[in-house]
């Protein structure tokens, strides 16, 4: 799958431009802002102020997209996601697929496109990452419009194990083409370098047929932004980069974490990494101890086996991460199929999310019977789309039928309720089968789910349990102009976390 050329006469000073919006296409980090061909160093050509470059008016790009971990443990899910971009004409065709290390496609969904821009998690549905036997692995995405046809925007390899151990991917490394560029002859940034250290770059870059168009050596940040180096026009099927080391500043890095590439591209391969070492800088030249930053869900909801058609269920529980921000969570419930049915995405920008704050936007109680997955799928500044809670349940099941939880003779509390005035909570919860495990009566500001005003749970381990009993811990009276949802949950050995009442009411 090749991208279409219109090639043309280009002054070297636009070619550093049109390097940019390749490299981004790629969805590597850009190059330097300036070129300089091979002939223009060492002064030796008349006309090497102009190479020929393919057009990239009409570039395709993705951002935010999903960055599959090489370790995949198996049966983890994996949220497609990202959103492409068409510069001048529309997206026509958007392929997203898994295929295996001989090529051939495990899973992939497919959409025609009229529009200049694509949601990818559109087709999140059509990728079942949780269903990948152990191997190796690539995920792509193929864009086409009307200057590019089957573009590969993103090629991913990585690896599926049974527990996330260090396994060793027989992936070959993709080949565009019998017009091959490697090097040879080069060193290795160490993993960990002194700050005011130097370090000097060397190896041989070779294109098998056709001539170097061009060829980037220089250090990246860890957002891929480009810190210093240079990229010239070689015209020419080798190059020594040692000619590039004088413009490596190593010595001048402030102390963080870089990528040293080495980036080429010929008449057939567009931005081959042939180099993507990453590296350390730190005040004494010694590794950084390394920092944790797992992701939990502390007193979250307990999903039962199964749950009766038509039961509601409570979403609860805060999820932590250890060091860095969550920047992106869904919480939701996944057929069979791993289909997305029920839940939302949300972009905390936080150590800690409420859990709550999304229990309307997942309907256990409009499910269908059938077979589901409960998942909780979060990412931050070292992890993506790790599936931090994951509960296989049933709908429609005779054992959750039959083991019911009820309210009667509960309390009604008035849509409008004059401030100070009192409401007695009452009525009796009762379980058919099992003792019922929890019982939590409360009153949250606004919904359901909102910030808890009052609240008492009590363990009853018994089939019944009088709710006047907490009359004096739920206290109305005490309550400030708003509006407020008074809510009865309860949990038994079939049905956890079921909603028994939820009231929404307005005090003032």
Known sequence: MKNQKNSKKVAAGVLAAQIVLQAAAMNIPAFADDVQTDAQENA???????????????????????????KLVEGKFVVVKGTVSSAVSNITKITVGVYDKDGNCVASGSVDVKEKTFDLSKLDDKISFNKLTTGDYYYKVIVSNASNSDYVLVNQSFTVTKTGENQTSTLPIPAVSEDKITISGNNTVPDTMKKGSSFSIQGTVTSEQSDLVYLTAGVYDSNGNFVTG?????????????KLDSYISFNKLNEGKYIYAVIATNAENQNVALVNKQFTVTADGNAAPTVSDNMTVTNGTEIPDNIAKGKYLSIKGTITSENSNITSLTVGVYDANNKFVTGKTVNPDAKTYNLANLD?????????????????????GANSNVTVVSKKFTVGSQTSVLDELKISNGTTVPQKLEKGKTVSVKGTVTSTISNITSLTVGIYENRQGGRIITEKTVIPNAKTYDLSM?????AFNKLTDGTYAYVVIATNANNGNYTLTSQTFTVG
């Open 44 to 70: 030796e050509s008349t006309n090497a102020d102009s190479v020929a470059v393919a057009s990239a008016d009409d570039t395709l790009t993705i951002a935010n997209g999903t960055a599959v971990p090489e």
């Open 230 to 242: 240079r990229t010239i026009a070689p015209k020419a099927k080798t190059y020594d980069i040692r």
């Open 360 to 380: 309307n936007y997942v309907s256990f109680n409009a499910l269908a019977e059938g077979t589901y997955t409960y998942a909780v799928i979060a990412s931050n």
């Open 470 to 474: 907490l009359d004096n811990d739920i």
